[in-house]
């Protein structure tokens, strides 16, 4: 496949990606921008709110940090994935 079909399939938006290009190309558009920039990166994360709001360290992975509702984030302890002051899309700030 050389060019995108209607549903955005045949080519890849990624400009990095852990994903196998074969598997880029098959799916949607729609649904390639929906995957955590850390695992394939559109570039897409801003538009999608798919951000880590990690102001201090975490142990949670990056890709997890990214795919997580901020509502699940919020609740994760600092000691495990730190968001004092960080704003979140609710206009609330991390403690």
Do not use: C, R, W, Y
């Not at 955005?8 to 955590?36: F, Y």
């Not at 999608?48 to 302890?77: D, M, R």
């Amino acid at each position: 496949m050389s060019a995108a079909n209607e549903h955005g399939q045949g080519v890849s938006h990624a400009k990095d990606s852990a994903l196998p290009q074969k598997a880029q190309e098959a799916v949607p558009g729609s649904v390639e921008h929906k995957v955590p920039d850390a695992l394939h990166d559109t570039g897409s994360n801003e538009q999608t709110g798919k951000v880590s709001h990690a102001t201090g360290k975490s142990i949670v992975p990056e890709t997890l940090q990214q795919g997580l509702p901020e509502k699940v984030e919020k609740v994760v302890p600092n000691a495990l994935h730190d968001t004092s002051g960080a704003k979140f899309s609710d206009g609330s700030v991390g403690k």
